[in-house]
């Protein structure tokens, strides 16, 4: 971020002019915030870590702190009721998770205990209780590997280093900033093509898979059972919904929903779309597998009239919350 933002936001929350004019801003509609991972700062495989992807638990705890202070945490249900009964979102504010990692549980779910926050977790059905991981973290600690080998061009599969060039990407980057544009790259291409280049990467890179980075049944049934945690569904592999078949959209949104109802004995009323890809067509495979509502990445307020299907999120990571301006800023400026 920019300095003279950061120094201006700050200033705007130090004078309280910020502060001043919360009341009319919040008037527009309801929050609903987008976390992915919470890690320890200094945790070992940051630098593998899309920046986007994560806040620190410093971080964390300052943002849940002020959210209990300044705002109205309700759990996603009662906005649907909030909705539903026309009742004012003025101030409310909806906490979600996404994909189901294992540092929900260690390091977010201790903290919302601490500060008694409801919040809803979407879990990837397919990678609960695996050592699985997502293809980004697979692509990231090829990188890894890469970097530490010296980062010769010649190492790269042909594929690969065409997909960096394409993103401007050079060797000499941070990276951080390799890993970003590379995954960004990644989407881009068909999952055949993307599974195929993995493969090469994989077999020039070898990597030991790490620790499990996904919650056990087990962990999702601890959270759940305080009554503050409740659950969505992400499909089952993660699979970006608009770039598959109708058929195979359908089963992955009801499977997901199936999965999670049976595993934990619990209903499974929202649904987040991977990614944020969606269409209306998926938006009705969703109704139709019996959700109450979907959550997107689209950034905005909730407000009346709502499509319940295409909920607005507004996606919080380290870099946007380091202090409590900035973070006060993206909540209700971005
Ligand atoms: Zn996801």
Same mark, same amino acid.
């Given at each position: 971020m920019?300095?003279?933002?950061?120094?201006?936001?700050?200033?705007?929350?130090?004078?309280?002019?910020?502060?001043?004019?919360?009341?009319?801003?919040?008037?527009?509609?309801?929050? $609903?915030l987008?976390y992915?991972?919470?890690?320890?700062?200094?945790?070992?495989?940051m630098?593998? $870590?899309?920046?986007?992807?994560?806040?620190?638990?410093?971080?964390?705890?300052?943002?849940?702190k002020?959210?209990? *202070?300044?705002f +109205?945490?309700?759990?996603?249900?009662?906005m649907?009721?909030?909705?539903? *009964?026309?009742?004012?979102?003025?101030?409310?504010?909806?906490?979600? %998770?996404?994909?189901?990692?294992?540092?929900?549980?260690t390091?977010a779910?201790?903290i919302?205990?601490r500060?008694? &926050?409801?919040?809803?977790?979407?879990?990837?059905?397919?990678?609960? +209780?695996?050592?699985?991981? %997502?293809?980004?973290?697979?692509?990231?600690?090829?990188?890894?590997?890469?970097?530490?080998r010296?980062?010769?061009?010649?190492?790269?599969p042909?594929?690969?280093k065409?997909?960096?060039e394409?993103?401007g990407?050079?060797?000499?980057?941070?990276?951080?900033?390799?890993?970003?544009?590379a995954?960004?790259?990644?989407?881009?291409?068909?999952?055949?093509?993307?599974?195929?280049?993995?493969?090469?990467?994989?077999e020039?890179?070898p990597?030991?898979?790490?620790?499990?980075?996904?919650?056990?049944?087990?962990?999702?049934?601890t959270?759940?059972a305080?009554?503050?945690?409740?659950?969505?569904?992400h499909?089952?592999?993660?699979? &970006?919904?608009?770039?598959i078949?109708?058929?195979?959209?359908?089963k992955?949104?009801?499977?997901?929903k199936q999965?999670i109802?049976?595993?934990?004995?619990?209903?499974v009323?929202?649904?987040a779309?991977?990614?944020g890809?969606?269409?209306?067509?998926i938006s009705?495979?969703?109704?139709?597998?019996?959700?109450a509502?979907?959550?997107?990445?689209?950034?905005?307020?909730?407000?009346?009239?709502?499509?319940?299907f295409? &909920?607005?999120?507004?996606?919080?990571?380290?870099?946007?919350?380091?202090t409590?301006? &900035?973070?006060?800023?993206?909540?209700l400026?971005?």
């Amino acid at each position: 971020m920019p300095v003279m933002k950061s120094m201006l936001v700050r200033m705007l929350y130090e004078s309280r002019v910020l502060h001043k004019f919360s009341g009319i801003i919040l008037k527009q509609g309801g929050l $609903i915030l987008m976390y992915h991972r919470v890690l320890p700062a200094g945790w070992k495989g940051m630098h593998l $870590i899309q920046p986007g992807m994560y806040v620190s638990t410093d971080t964390f705890e300052r943002e849940m702190k002020l959210l209990k *202070t300044k705002f +109205n945490v309700i759990s996603l249900g009662s906005m649907l009721d909030y909705l539903k *009964t026309e009742r004012s979102l003025s101030r409310c504010c909806v906490i979600t %998770f996404d994909d189901g990692w294992q540092d929900t549980f260690t390091h977010a779910f201790p903290i919302l205990e601490r500060y008694k &926050l409801p919040a809803t977790v979407f879990l990837t059905s397919g990678y609960m +209780n695996t050592d699985r991981r %997502f293809w980004p973290d697979e692509l990231a600690a090829c990188l890894g590997e890469w970097f530490s080998r010296g980062r010769g061009d010649a190492l790269l599969p042909m594929g690969v280093k065409r997909i960096l060039e394409k993103e401007g990407v050079t060797s000499h980057q941070s990276p951080t900033f390799i890993i970003d544009r590379a995954i960004g790259g990644f989407k881009k291409i068909s999952e055949t093509s993307r599974d195929t280049l993995l493969l090469e990467l994989k077999e020039i890179f070898p990597n030991r898979i790490d620790d499990r980075v996904m919650m056990t049944w087990q962990e999702v049934d601890t959270m759940t059972a305080t009554g503050r945690i409740d659950l969505g569904a992400h499909t089952v592999s993660h699979c &970006l919904l608009d770039q598959i078949p109708p058929w195979e959209a359908k089963k992955e949104i009801l499977q997901s929903k199936q999965e999670i109802e049976s595993r934990l004995n619990r209903s499974v009323d929202y649904f987040a779309y991977p990614n944020g890809n969606f269409t209306p067509e998926i938006s009705d495979l969703v109704r139709e597998a019996g959700f109450a509502a979907a959550v997107t990445t689209r950034r905005g307020w909730v407000h009346a009239g709502q499509d319940l299907f295409e &909920l607005p999120r507004n996606g919080i990571h380290n870099d946007v919350g380091k202090t409590d301006a &900035l973070f006060m800023w993206r909540l209700l400026i971005r």
